[in-house]
């Protein structure tokens, strides 16, 4: 895995996720303790905290014995992640952790001086939450993705898997600011593709059955998921309504292929959040936000579900399968 900051090369296995906090860890003097902001519910959370979680193991750290978590969960409500931010602060943490654009900005609004690590946000210097890249300046440093620069290029991988699809519907979480944008940003791609994009929005679970079927009224016949923690939380539950209204779907991440969507291309949030345990290893050591450069991913694996594919009754060109990262069956 390369970054624009930063070279890194991580193997991640599921079954790490659940395994208890390592047990080398590096004395620091004292325990340390971080304020974790989970924006999605404490049930379903997003697999990016499980990532952090394995991170800070890989580095040597012991739950209980050199660093302490105090956690608070949005249950998927934005509106309450500034509260939860104010309750973090006070419990005194030596850095704050969180992933998303709202659980960065609920954090940078809360405090100037407690040091922030995103493990994956978009666009944090448009955002205002940093002065650049290489110096971010301030209170908060991380990593981000562009997703939305690289929508083109799914549309395009897209119309290659599957040539029959005309009518795409591109779900988007209204409560990312850089999804405003969509599908606008990706309309001249569209029409060169002879696809007509409809814009379909979900803020909350119940509210996906009543985007599907909108798409239905739409005859939308397929789906283009924008990446959110919200829909990375509820990938599942997203999947399986493509797959019950027969709509191939392309996402942003591999961990939505492995859901079952059919297609994918983008970087590994995981991995951008099991790399961000790094920052916090260095702010805990001295090392202060504005000088840690944001790290930006370069890879974005494509990946094919032929599980899917094979339910859908779909049929992928040799061709496209020779250029995958990874095929799932």
Known sequence: MRYSAIGFLATFTLSLLTAPLGTTAQPLGKIARVGVLEPTPQQHPAPCIFAFQQGLRDLGYVEGQTILFDYRYGEGQPDRLPGLARELIQRAPDVLWTHSNPGALALKQATTTVPIVVGVAIDLVEMGLAKSLPRPGGNLTGLEVRPVELAGKRLQL???????????????????????????????????????????????????????????????????????????????QIAALALQHRLPAMSYGPHHAEAGSLLAYGADPRELCQRSAVFVDKILKGAKPADLPIERADKFPFVINLKTAKALGLTISPSLLARVDRVID
């Open 158 to 236: 897209f119309k290659e898997a599957v040539p029959t699809i005309t009518r795409v519907a591109v779900l988007v979480d209204p409560a990312w600011t850089a999804h405003a944008s969509i599908p606008g940003a990706i309309a001249r791609e569209a029409r060169a593709l002879g696809v007509q994009l409809q814009r379909v929005e979900a803020r909350t679970p119940a509210a996906f059955e009543a985007a599907f079927a909108a798409m239905a009224r739409n005859k939308a016949d397929a789906l283009m998921i924008m990446e959110s923690d919200f829909f990375a939380a509820h990938r599942q």
